[in-house]
């Protein structure tokens, strides 16, 4: 490929962002930082409080609903469990198809309850069922932070820096300081 046609490259243009020329005009920045932040906390106030009584009248709105359907669910299952044998053709289906939708009997998946796990443990090492323990090893990440000089020698293992975070943290005002109309 020739001078000529080698393709140009273009920079980046630069963020179009106000970068201040010396310490005046960085405390303007922020100075204005300061009052957008307590606009968005304004502002995010106002959402929380809309979302509240939104969702206070969608609930008081559906009680009513949701108490008739509980009971139209009740009185259909006592009605269906009287008339069982003769809607599953004595046990032989699950489901009944009915015009308007099916209702259907599923047996829920079995679950196990513990009461003193410790005391479980014990138990079922005695009884020798070690199959019914699971053993879990992990490193601890937290141990090797701990004690990074130690940590840094393992292989496989490296203490990396978290890094560094710019913090603008302008002076707290009350809300009715800073806003404007």
Not at 57 to 81: N, V, Y
Not at 132 to 144: H, M, N, S
């Amino acid at each position: 490929m020739s001078a000529a046609t080698k393709p140009t490259r273009s920079k980046r243009p630069a963020a179009g962002v106000p970068v201040p020329s010396d310490f005046a005009g960085a405390n303007i920045l922020m100075t204005r930082i300061g009052a957008i932040q307590r606009d968005l906390v304004v502002i995010q106030g106002a959402l929380d409080e809309t979302v509240a009584a939104a969702k206070a009248r969608a609930e008081a709105e559906a009680k009513p609903l949701s108490t008739e359907m509980e009971a139209l669910t009740k009185g259909l299952q006592i009605w269906a469990e009287a008339n069982r044998p003769a809607l599953t053709m004595n046990g032989r289906s699950k489901t009944v198809q009915m015009g308007s939708g099916e209702i259907a009997w599923r047996q829920r998946p079995p679950s196990v309850r513990i009461r003193d796990a410790a005391g479980v443990l014990v138990a079922i090492a005695r009884l020798g069922l070690d199959r019914f323990i699971r053993r879990k090893e992990e490193i601890d990440k937290e141990a090797l932070l701990r004690e990074p000089a130690v940590a840094a020698n393992i292989p496989g293992v490296t203490i990396g820096s978290a890094g560094e975070d710019f913090v603008v943290t302008p002076a707290a005002l009350a809300l009715s300081e800073g806003r404007r109309a």
